[in-house]
């Protein structure tokens, strides 16, 4: 039987990894008039939980990853990482950008290894481990427009890897790819956090993906966003991509979840 999706009270004081608190925020519109994005999140993601957000364009999931990473100053309420404040460029908080964020004039080696020596660590061989580690050993010399889509991908994560963090936001990080390597990436990344722990935020408009990595999917409403519902996803681990489609848990979750997410698009 699955389980009913929950509302979204406060989250209990439980240990928490990253707990974000009553966190409000708007923009200054186009014409002067301040925009709500985010209203009232209230969000606690347990240590080593992988967790999902779905919700239509423009409802602030952007915005939510960059106030956890401490980018963005919320109007109201805040984020907690291991219950302390998060501070701007803690490198325990990974961040992956929706958008392409190597550096174009520095080999895939170097993309990794120069924010490390930016801060002051050495480079013990760790850096070209970490592209082996993620398939891209063999272009550690090649310059990102010399990679593919996937491959920049890969380059992206190992530069976060390099920092040793304990959380990854992950923004949309294979929506620009072809089915395929999204499906290869999906897998990898499955391994990689299995044998890391690694408490993980990601964001997705593929279901499918949310389902199939997540343990709980959160719908956001259209803007301002705010949490419409929280899904459990009742599927074993370790998973195997390709056979999630054909259980019956996982397609009875995927229309639940797009009958909800659909009303949301439809308004906004
Ligand atoms: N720096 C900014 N200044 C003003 N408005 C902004 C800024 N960043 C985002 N917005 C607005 O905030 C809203 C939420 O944007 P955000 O990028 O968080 O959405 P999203 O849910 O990530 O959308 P998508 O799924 O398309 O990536 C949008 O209306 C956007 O136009
Ligand atoms: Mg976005």
Not at 60 to 84: H, M, Q, Y
Not at 229 to 246: K, T
Request: hydrophobic letters at 40%; proline letters at 6%; glycine letters at 8%.
């Amino acid at each position: 039987m699955m389980q009913e999706a929950s509302t979204t009270e406060t989250p209990a004081k439980l240990s928490a990894k990253l707990r974000v608190e009553g966190v409000s925020l708007e923009f200054p519109g186009g014409d002067g008039r301040a925009i709500k994005v985010l209203n009232g999140i209230d969000l606690a993601i347990a240590p080593g939980e992988f967790c999902t957000i779905v919700g239509p364009s423009g409802c602030g999931k952007s915005t939510l990853l960059s106030v956890i990473a401490g980018l963005l100053a919320p109007a109201s309420g805040r984020c907690l990482l291991d219950e302390k404040p998060v501070q701007v460029g803690n490198p325990r908080i990974g961040y992956m950008f929706q958008s392409d964020t190597l550096l174009p004039w520095a080999t895939a080696l170097d993309n990794v290894r120069l924010p490390l020596e930016a801060v002051g660590r050495k480079d013990d061989g760790r850096c070209l481990d970490l592209l082996r580690r993620v398939g891209v050993g063999d272009f550690a010399a090649s310059y990102p427009w010399q990679l593919s889509g996937g491959m920049r991908k890969r380059v992206q994560l190992a530069r976060l890897l390099a920092q040793e963090p304990d959380v990854l936001l992950m923004d949309e990080p294979f929506g620009a790819l072809d089915a395929q390597t999204k499906l290869l990436m999906q897998e990898e990344l499955l391994r990689l956090w299995e044998s890391t722990k690694l408490t993980v935020l990601f964001v997705t408009h593929d279901l499918s993906e949310a389902i199939s990595l997540s343990d709980r999917v959160l719908l956001f409403s259209a803007r301002p966003g705010r949490i419409k519902e929280q899904y459990d996803v009742p599927l074993d681990r370790p998973r195997q991509i390709e056979e999630i489609v054909s259980d019956p848990h996982y397609n009875e979750l995927f229309v639940r979840i797009w009958r909800s997410l659909r009303e949301e698009i439809r308004l906004s």
